[in-house]
């Protein structure tokens, strides 16, 4: 099991920065992805931005440029720098592990933090 706790978000002005963090426990080694996704009202919930176990990252084209996904594996912790945040980044984000396998993904998520952007 692996077990996912967000913090960092709020409320923030557009043009404004924020710092998410991710701490992971559990069966943390089993993860070959990690990544954060956002929901926002009324919408599906989307990826973000993820990192994978060799350290890759992939990136949505609205955030790229301002989005910055990494980890402190010393610290069990991934982290997501937001930069230059716009009104259409709110949302609550969500950290997710997944562990791949041919009988299909485990996804594990936590329970998410919210991001408000706005004057």
């Known amino acids: 099991q692996v077990q996912l706790v967000e913090s960092g978000g709020g409320l923030v002005q557009p043009g404004g920065s924020l710092r998410l963090s991710c701490a992971a426990s559990?069966?943390?080694?089993?993860?070959?992805?990690m990544g954060w996704y956002r929901q926002a009202p009324g919408s599906k919930r989307e990826l973000v931005a993820d990192?994978?176990?060799?350290?890759?990252?992939n990136y949505a084209d609205s955030v790229k440029g301002r989005f910055t996904i990494s980890r402190d594996t010393a610290k069990n912790t991934m982290y997501l720098q937001m930069n230059s945040l716009k009104p259409e980044d709110t949302a609550v984000y969500y950290c997710?592990?997944?562990?791949?396998?041919?009988?299909?993904?485990?996804?594990?998520w936590g329970k998410g933090t919210l991001v408000t952007v706005s004057s």
């Open positions: 997710n592990g997944r562990r791949l396998l041919r009988a299909g993904d485990i996804n594990y």
């Open positions: 559990g069966s943390i080694f089993t993860l070959n992805v």
């Open positions: 990192i994978i176990s060799g350290g890759g990252t």
